[in-house]
């Protein structure tokens, strides 16, 4: 095989080999993008769910109830 086959075979494996491992740290960054995704909905929800009790809490009914609760003690 001449010197200049063996270089071109060199390079081309060089290159599937560089692919590859492109494509793994993509794989690999998706996975953690997943991951991070997953937290922030849970997050939002979460987020979401502390501002309706937040509201509740602070609804003119709620307010006026521990009022009247702090009166008669």
């Known amino acids: 095989m001449p010197a200049n086959e063996r270089m071109d075979?060199?390079?081309e494996?060089?290159?599937?080999?560089?692919a590859?491992?492109?494509q793994m740290q993509v794989a690999r960054r998706q996975v953690q993008l997943d991951r991070i995704d997953r937290q922030l909905r849970t997050a939002?929800?979460?987020y979401d769910l502390l501002r309706?009790?937040?509201a509740e809490l602070r609804s003119p009914g709620v307010l006026v109830a521990y009022a009247?609760?702090?009166?008669?003690?």
């Open 44 to 46: 939002k929800s979460q």
């Open 68 to 73: 009247d609760q702090l009166k008669m003690e």
């Open 52 to 54: 309706r009790q937040r």
């Open 20 to 22: 590859a491992a492109f």
């Open 9 to 11: 075979t060199v390079v």
């Open 13 to 18: 494996k060089g290159t599937e080999l560089g």
